[in-house]
């Protein structure tokens, strides 16, 4: 009988085979979970590849522009939301544009928003080196940002628990700020500041409806014709303007790297060819610090006080004897009355103090300024004061002090205007005074060197606008746009 075991052969035969059995099934549910896992990071990075984009663009372009330090519009927009968007350990579940009403302070938008009274609070002292609280304005858009932890969430009822995460807005078209909370519950604020290109340009032409519509069409903006407007008021009646009358105007303007216009600067130079002798006026800052726009010949174009200290009005009534629309009586009108729509902004015809500035009778809001020479001006009817206008004040020339109402015995909107001298009133639209200053000896020779550089400048000034671009449109105080071809009142 030989030593061959037949069950001895068998069991190790079925030993063998489950064995391999066995590790092959382990072999294969190790490779299954080895591919599931594979195709899922796959997914994973290419639905993380593909939201990449939008979740780090933001501070993509911020890393960008700081090392160019220059940003467009979109860009600022963009970077803005990014310190709130990239924070991935502090996510924002809420947001909010929140726009300040007036008489509002920084606090109380934050509190209305939902922010808690701390929060707000260490937020705000986070950013009073670079915005002081008091800077911020009626009108001024916020964007606010909030967050709950999982545990905060199951008690949304609660506002308390609610977290200011951080604070995003533009206080100006060059300027965003953002205040974010950091992981140690501090508050810190950035400030980004684009960078903007200078260019002199200048813009001409000839008036052929008024000349606010003809400066737009110029390539002049709102601003710009305000400031050549307070400029020609000491010397131009602006009620005898008329068809083929020119002007040419040199500024300052900056533009982003994009090329979009962002603002105006200052004025150079201007010239204005109506009825008279033609004006023309270069910009100068004298040692002593004086800015101001003289001729040729260094003589200043302001005088002691302005004509017309309003813009784009008509005169509703003169000085003189008249039948008073509300007595139905004639009786003698001290002043000259202009027309203009409420809110139209009033200024100081010229440097001095206030001494009243309140209610007074008939006149309604009023305001009257001592100024040099035992001159006077009073300023009536107005919808309300400027900010900061109060007895004992001093004013500047061409500073805005109210705005155009009809309170008091009044028929409509439109400024009463006095000038009196040693108490006795004069028509403002005939007074011949003289002119401010005038330049002499080392001040003029310094002047002439800066007068030959401006013309240089206008001379290789490019056009404010080609022929082939459209009508510029400006903003008006009232945030109403209007086209170059707007019939508005003569400024």
Same mark, same amino acid.
């Given at each position: 009988m030989s030593g061959f075991d037949v069950r001895l052969a068998d069991a190790r035969r079925s030993r063998a085979l489950i064995f391999f059995g066995t590790l092959t099934v382990a072999l294969l549910?190790?490779?299954?979970?080895?591919?599931?896992?594979?195709?899922?990071?796959?997914? *994973?990075?290419?639905?993380?590849?593909? *939201?990449?984009?939008?979740?780090?663009?933001?501070?993509?372009?911020?890393?960008?522009?700081?090392?160019?330090?220059?940003?467009?519009?979109?860009?600022?927009?963009?970077?803005? !939301?990014?310190v709130f968007a990239d924070c991935f350990d502090c996510p924002v579940l809420t947001a909010?544009?929140?726009?300040?009403?007036?008489?509002?302070?920084?606090? *109380?938008?934050?509190? =209305?928003?939902?922010?808690?009274?701390?929060?707000?609070?260490?937020?705000?002292?986070?950013? =009073?080196?670079?915005?002081?609280?008091?800077?911020?304005?009626?009108?001024?858009?916020?964007?606010?940002?909030f967050e709950r932890s999982p545990i905060q969430q199951a008690s949304a009822s609660d506002e308390s628990e609610i977290t200011l995460t951080g604070i995003s807005f533009r206080p100006d078209s060059e300027r965003t700020i953002t205040v974010a909370?950091?992981? =140690?519950?501090?508050?810190?604020?950035?400030?980004?500041?684009?960078?903007?290109?200078?260019?002199?340009?200048?813009?001409?032409?000839?008036?052929?409806?008024?000349?606010?519509?003809?400066?737009?069409?110029?390539?002049?903006?709102?601003?710009?014709?305000?400031?050549m407007a307070l400029v020609l008021g000491h010397s131009v009646d602006f009620r005898t303007i008329r068809y083929g009358d020119t002007f040419d105007i040199v500024f300052e303007r900056y533009t982003n790297r994009s090329g979009e216009v962002i603002r105006t600067g200052r004025i150079l130079y201007m010239t204005f060819n109506g009825r008279g002798r033609p004006l023309e006026y270069f910009r100068f800052e004298a040692p002593d610090g004086d800015i101001g726009y003289y001729t040729g010949e260094g003589e200043s174009a302001a005088r002691l006080l302005m004509k017309m200290p309003i813009n784009g009005a008509r005169i509703s009534s003169g000085f003189g004897m008249r039948f008073h629309p509300?007595?139905?009586?004639?009786?003698? !009108?001290?002043?000259? =009355?202009?027309?203009?729509?409420?809110?139209?902004?009033?200024?100081?015809?010229?440097?001095?103090?206030?001494?009243?500035?309140?209610?007074?009778?008939?006149f309604g809001n009023y305001i009257r300024i001592r100024h040099a020479n035992g001159y006077q001006t009073v300023y009536a009817h107005l919808n309300?004061?400027?900010?900061?206008?109060?007895?004992?004040?001093?004013?500047?020339?061409?500073?805005?002090?109210?705005?155009?109402?009809?309170?008091?015995? *009044?028929?409509?909107?439109?400024? !009463?205007?006095?000038?009196?001298?040693?108490?006795?009133?004069?028509?403002?639209?005939?007074?011949?005074?003289?002119?401010?200053?005038?330049?002499?000896?080392?001040?003029?020779?310094?002047?002439?060197?800066?007068?030959?550089?401006i013309i240089a400048l206008r001379d290789q000034a490019p056009a404010a606008i080609s022929e082939a671009e459209p009508a510029l449109v400006a903003q008006r105080r009232d945030g109403r746009n209007v086209s170059g071809s707007s019939t508005s009142a003569t400024p």
């Open positions: 549910l190790i490779a299954g979970l080895l591919i599931t896992r594979t195709l899922s990071g796959t997914v *994973s990075s290419a639905a993380a590849d593909d *939201s990449a984009p939008h979740r780090g663009a933001g501070a993509a372009i911020m890393a960008e522009a700081a090392v160019e330090e220059s940003f467009t519009l979109e860009d600022m927009v963009m970077a803005e !939301h990014a909010a544009e929140v726009t300040v009403r007036p008489g509002q302070t920084f606090a *109380s938008v934050l509190a =209305d928003a939902g922010a808690s009274r701390v929060d707000a609070a260490r937020a705000i002292a986070a950013l =009073d080196p670079i915005y002081p609280a008091r800077s911020l304005r009626a009108g001024q858009r916020l964007n606010v940002f909370r950091s992981n =140690d519950g501090r508050y810190r604020t950035r400030e980004a500041v684009m960078t903007l290109e200078r260019e002199i340009v200048r813009a001409r032409g000839e008036i052929s409806s008024n000349f606010y519509s003809a400066a737009l069409n110029a390539g002049a903006t709102d601003r710009i014709v305000n400031d509300i007595r139905r009586t004639n009786r003698p !009108h001290n002043g000259t =009355d202009f027309a203009a729509p409420t809110g139209t902004p009033i200024y100081a015809a010229g440097n001095g103090t206030i001494e009243r500035a309140d209610w007074f009778g008939s309300g004061f400027a900010r900061g206008i109060r007895a004992g004040t001093r004013v500047t020339q061409g500073q805005t002090i109210g705005y155009v109402g009809t309170t008091g015995a *009044s028929t409509g909107p439109h400024l !009463h205007y006095e000038v009196h001298l040693n108490g006795r009133p004069l028509n403002p639209m005939s007074l011949d005074l003289p002119t401010g200053r005038r330049l002499e000896s080392n001040e003029l020779n310094l002047f002439r060197t800066e007068r030959d550089r």
